[in-house]
């Protein structure tokens, strides 16, 4: 099993940034692409960034294209996910997942973070 934690949430004004930290439990994570996504109130879960086993291809939604930034250390298990350039509509729980398949039923997922964006 693989147990995900993430850390570095809370509250900031808009325009500030946060660091988003993901630590992996469980297994050797270098075999994992690793991701995040979020989920605002009445709203459902959507994807903001991943980054692949190796860290050589990283993707982002539109939204947070060049204002977001996804890495990830394979020695320390860990991924991360550097926020700038904040807005309100970025309030949301951010989980961190990690798959070697798919985003779907065969993808491990943390407990969430709270992020909240102030205007």
């Known amino acids: 099993q693989v147990q995900l934690v993430e850390s570095g949430g809370g509250l900031v004004q808009a325009g500030g940034s946060l660091r988003l930290s993901c630590a992996a439990s469980g297994r050797t994570m270098s075999s994992y692409a690793m991701g995040w996504f979020r989920q605002a109130p009445g709203k459902e879960r959507e994807f903001v960034s991943r980054i692949s086993w190796s860290g050589g291809s990283t993707y982002y939604a539109d939204s947070v294209k060049g204002r977001f930034t996804i890495s990830r250390d394979n020695a320390k298990n860990t991924v991360y996910l550097q926020m700038n350039s904040l807005k309100p509509e970025d309030t949301a729980v951010y989980y961190c997942?990690?798959?070697?398949?798919?985003?779907?039923?065969?993808?491990?997922w943390g407990q969430g973070t709270q992020v909240t964006v102030s205007s």
């Open positions: 997942a990690a798959t070697i398949s798919n985003w779907g039923a065969d993808a491990y």
